[in-house]
């Protein structure tokens, strides 16, 4: 994927039929991490503890369902994705690019937690049974550094 141009609209990119592919098969795991993962805080503590996170859980479940309703529209959009010669030219206003870098990120985030928390020094073992996890992981990354190049935002010497 690769920044075409942007325009009052918003951002243009250029994507192969495979990526396209890729993204869409990636977007389909959102959500992914875990609610459970969200904590108001890291100890126990206070009387109404459990059912402040109970709510803190059913709101992050509402916003979640929300999001992906959102998400199965916008990506079904008669224009959202242009057929060219080469692939597609997909389109997405600067809210989108905002709001699709936080879906991406949440499926990155939630594979990385799949696998274990690897940190960078240490690769998952690949198995039949996490191999998407890797593979979203690595998507994720790749959509999200080309939506962030698009935003003017360079990348860090560590992130890959």
Not at 68 to 84: I, V
Request: aromatic share 6%.
């Amino acid at each position: 994927m690769k920044l075409k141009r942007t325009n009052k609209r918003g951002y243009v990119f250029e994507l192969a039929k495979r990526e396209k592919r890729l993204l869409l098969d990636t977007l389909k795991l959102y959500p992914l991490v875990p609610a459970a993962h969200h904590r108001l805080t890291k100890s126990s503590a206070g009387e109404n503890h459990d059912e402040d996170q109970r709510l803190l859980e059913e709101s992050l479940a509402e916003q979640r369902r929300e999001n992906r309703r959102q998400l199965e529209s916008m990506l079904a959009e008669p224009e959202r994705f242009r057929e060219t010669e080469s692939g597609f030219q997909f389109t997405l206003s600067s809210a989108q690019v905002e709001w699709l870098l936080q879906v991406l990120n949440d499926v990155r985030v939630g594979s990385w937690l799949a696998l274990g928390e690897p940190d960078e020094h240490t690769e998952p073992e690949v198995t039949p049974k996490n191999v998407r996890y890797v593979l979203a992981l690595e998507i994720c990354g790749h959509f999200q550094s080309e939506l962030l190049a698009a935003l003017g935002v360079e990348q860090s010497a560590h992130w890959s």
